[in-house]
């Protein structure tokens, strides 16, 4: 009987094992992780699927898998399992995207239009070989592009509203884009000209050296964990917008406002959802005058930390979004950030000059959990 309890004893710690293993092997490629192979693409051996997943490859011109991004989303199975990289070439792509929920481990990895001595650079697009300054340069990175805006009416005739908007929706997890353009462009005179460029809704995506293109709530960072690293962000009211959490490390914060704006407006209803945006490291520059952030609900969770702040800051900072009720329950901070911007000396009473300790939180990838899913 004794032997019997023992066998089964040893049985069950084997299942646990094998279960355990299993579910660190959850898609095809037998990682549940983002690491910096996912944002390259080796030219040469585009006919090979081994290594590094499938490739299909985006031309206008017809020598591709596909003429439109979308087309190259939709040859990705349903449930797919492996890591697929859509290689988009120089172009302008006029269309509207949607990876959606049953199609994760997707890369979107533009081909840059780049040449050297007069001679095409065709070799391995590597996501580190391009500079901030570069991803800034508009005719450098292939572009998706559309020019819906909330008013539009939709195919029930109803106007369509902010969230419908955008060039590019992502509800797909573990999503990666990079050396890409995506905005959303719309008459400056047009009636409710909200238009978002990016909506993600997908857990743990990284966006590594993109372009996000738009005036109005350019970016709707709707819900999940994400990653903007040495990105370039444009707009002018509330241009990152959303519930999600996400950590945006180096990257270029550009106002296009023309005379008030804001670049913030996080959504956050309780105490209790683990959410909020952290801006470490980014230099704030552009035109008009923007707040750093809106309380676009009672929580709203907005923190700066060692970014360089141009004279385009209202000197107030930080605005309740006319719900002085939000002054005490929103988490509105800054942590050594330098530039004109960043003088603190007239900004609200409510907000926050975080200490060492009140700031580490929100300094790293650990903010976004990025030990579990980030090996970059």
Same mark, same amino acid.
């Given at each position: 009987?004794?032997?019997?309890?023992? $066998? =089964?004893?040893?049985?069950?710690?084997?299942?646990?094992?094998?279960?355990?293993?299993?579910?660190?092997?959850? &898609?095809? /490629?037998?990682?549940?992780?983002?690491?910096?192979?996912?944002?390259?693409? /080796?030219?040469h051996s585009l006919a090979s699927s081994t290594g590094g997943g499938r490739v299909i490859v985006v031309d206008?011109?017809?020598h591709g898998d596909s003429t439109t991004v979308q087309g190259a989303v939709d040859m990705v199975p349903q449930?797919?399992?492996?890591?697929?990289?859509?290689?988009? *070439?120089?172009?302008?792509?006029?269309?509207?995207?949607?990876?959606?929920? $049953?199609?994760?481990?997707?890369?979107?990895?533009?081909?840059?239009?780049?040449?050297?001595?007069?001679?095409?650079?065709?070799?391995?697009? &590597?996501?580190?070989?391009?500079?901030?300054?570069?991803?800034?340069?508009?005719?450098?990175? +292939?572009?998706?592009?559309?020019?819906?805006?909330?008013?539009?009416?939709?195919?029930?005739?109803?106007?369509?509203?902010?969230?419908?908007?955008?060039?590019?929706?992502?509800?797909?997890?573990?999503?990666?884009?990079?050396?890409?353009?995506?905005?959303?462009?719309?008459?400056?005179?047009?009636?409710?000209?909200?238009?978002?460029?990016?909506? =993600? %809704?997908? %857990?743990?995506?990284?966006?590594?050296?993109?372009?996000?293109?738009?005036?109005?709530?350019?970016?709707?960072?709707?819900?999940?964990?994400?990653?903007?690293?040495?990105? *370039?962000?444009?707009?002018?009211?509330?241009?990152?917008?959303?519930?999600?959490?996400?950590?945006?490390?180096?990257?270029?914060?550009?106002?296009?406002?023309?005379?008030?704006?804001?670049?913030?407006?996080?959504?956050? %209803?309780?105490?209790?959802?683990?959410?909020?945006? $952290?801006?470490?490291?980014?230099?704030?520059?552009?035109?008009?005058?923007?707040?750093?952030?809106?309380?676009?609900?009672?929580?709203?969770?907005?923190? *700066?930390?060692?970014?360089?702040?141009? %004279?385009?800051?209202? +000197?107030?900072?930080?605005?309740?979004?006319?719900?002085?009720?939000?002054?005490?329950?929103?988490?509105?901070?800054?942590?050594?950030?330098?530039?004109?911007?960043?003088?603190?000396?007239?900004?609200?009473?409510?907000?926050? $000059?975080?200490?060492?300790?009140?700031?580490? +939180? *929100?300094?790293?990838?650990?903010?976004?959990?990025?030990?579990?899913?980030?090996?970059?």
């Amino acid at each position: 009987m004794a032997k019997l309890r023992l $066998s =089964v004893l040893v049985f069950q710690v084997l299942l646990l094992v094998c279960v355990e293993v299993k579910g660190d092997r959850d &898609n095809g /490629d037998g990682r549940n992780f983002i690491t910096w192979d996912d944002f390259t693409v /080796d030219e040469h051996s585009l006919a090979s699927s081994t290594g590094g997943g499938r490739v299909i490859v985006v031309d206008q011109s017809g020598h591709g898998d596909s003429t439109t991004v979308q087309g190259a989303v939709d040859m990705v199975p349903q449930n797919n399992m492996q890591r697929v990289k859509i290689h988009i *070439y120089p172009g302008i792509y006029r269309e509207r995207v949607h990876v959606p929920k $049953s199609k994760p481990f997707i890369s979107f990895i533009g081909k840059p239009n780049i040449t050297m001595n007069g001679n095409e650079v065709n070799a391995t697009v &590597n996501a580190n070989a391009f500079n901030i300054t570069d991803v800034a340069n508009a005719n450098a990175l +292939p572009i998706i592009t559309n020019s819906t805006k909330a008013s539009d009416k939709g195919s029930d005739g109803q106007e369509m509203g902010t969230v419908s908007t955008a060039t590019v929706w992502v509800e797909s997890d573990f999503f990666c884009a990079t050396f890409l353009t995506v905005q959303n462009l719309v008459d400056k005179n047009a009636y409710e000209r909200q238009a978002v460029a990016l909506r =993600v %809704d997908g %857990d743990k995506a990284v966006f590594y050296r993109v372009r996000l293109v738009g005036e109005q709530d350019t970016l709707l960072d709707n819900s999940g964990n994400h990653y903007f690293y040495r990105s *370039y962000i444009q707009g002018s009211v509330d241009f990152i917008f959303g519930s999600a959490k996400s950590l945006f490390h180096e990257c270029v914060i550009y106002s296009v406002a023309e005379f008030w704006g804001a670049i913030a407006a996080h959504h956050k %209803d309780s105490a209790d959802e683990d959410t909020g945006f $952290s801006f470490v490291g980014c230099q704030i520059k552009g035109t008009g005058s923007i707040f750093l952030g809106r309380a676009w609900g009672d929580y709203a969770t907005t923190v *700066y930390s060692y970014c360089n702040m141009d %004279d385009i800051i209202i +000197p107030i900072g930080w605005s309740d979004w006319d719900n002085p009720s939000r002054q005490g329950t929103a988490i509105f901070g800054e942590y050594h950030c330098n530039g004109k911007g960043s003088n603190r000396s007239e900004r609200v009473g409510w907000s926050k $000059s975080l200490s060492s300790e009140e700031a580490n +939180p *929100y300094l790293g990838r650990g903010y976004i959990y990025g030990n579990t899913w980030l090996r970059l």
